[in-house]
């Protein structure tokens, strides 16, 4: 199967174009104010008016309320929602969106036990843990923590790169590989030949 790649934390109409130009199949927007990647929703709708058909747009959210998740679906009717913080199921469920949970790794956490209440999820994705962070900090962690016998389709994240994504596709065939840091020039400012690497390399781990 097909590995499924997005490109997370974008900012600009150029970068979110040369992602789905090179096959992205999403383009994550960071609703997370913190974060050096956050984008207003109003900007981050008129990015995803521009995508072709069958490139997704996802929203990012941490601990968000009510309002501020309503707030980008009113501007990105058509995103996916992942929830990136300690949110509670019943939260993630109730936008009536598909929506995507995410787990911090950490020696000690047991995945499957963190992941049994987010049923409903269509993907379950696991990125690196940093304290006070929530994503986009480049590091990787160590990918035999992760089970291989999760009930919902694996979103591998975190310290993914040219270099290693390879490696990583082969070993966990996850779903779909989820990048923001690793084709970057500087903090949501996406390098076009990085995007261009990174995809080629999940497409040929994929062969």
Request: proline share 6%; hydrophobic share 50%.
């Amino acid at each position: 199967m097909r590995t499924r790649i997005k490109i997370c934390g974008i900012t600009r109409e150029a970068d979110a174009l040369i992602a789905a130009g090179h096959g992205a199949d999403a383009i994550g927007f960071i609703f997370w104010r913190p974060s050096e990647r956050f984008i207003e929703p109003v900007r981050a709708g008129a990015i995803a008016r521009l995508l072709p058909a069958f490139v997704s747009p996802v929203g990012v959210f941490v601990n968000p309320t009510a309002e501020e998740v309503e707030a980008v679906l009113a501007q990105v009717p058509n995103a996916l929602l992942q929830f990136h913080g300690e949110e509670a199921p019943e939260f993630c469920m109730r936008f009536g969106r598909p929506f995507i949970r995410a787990a911090r790794m950490k020696p000690g956490l047991d995945l499957i036990k963190y992941f049994a209440p987010f049923a409903a999820a269509s993907a379950w994705l696991v990125d690196a843990f940093h304290d006070g962070m929530y994503g986009g900090t480049g590091s990787a962690f160590d990918w035999d923590l992760v089970p291989r016998n999760l009930d919902r389709p694996l979103v591998l994240s975190g310290g993914l790169t040219v270099g290693n994504v390879f490696d990583a596709v082969r070993r966990l065939r996850p779903f779909a590989v989820d990048v923001s840091s690793g084709v970057e020039s500087d903090k949501g400012i996406k390098e076009a030949t990085k995007i261009a690497a990174f995809i080629a390399g999940v497409k040929n781990a994929d062969q």
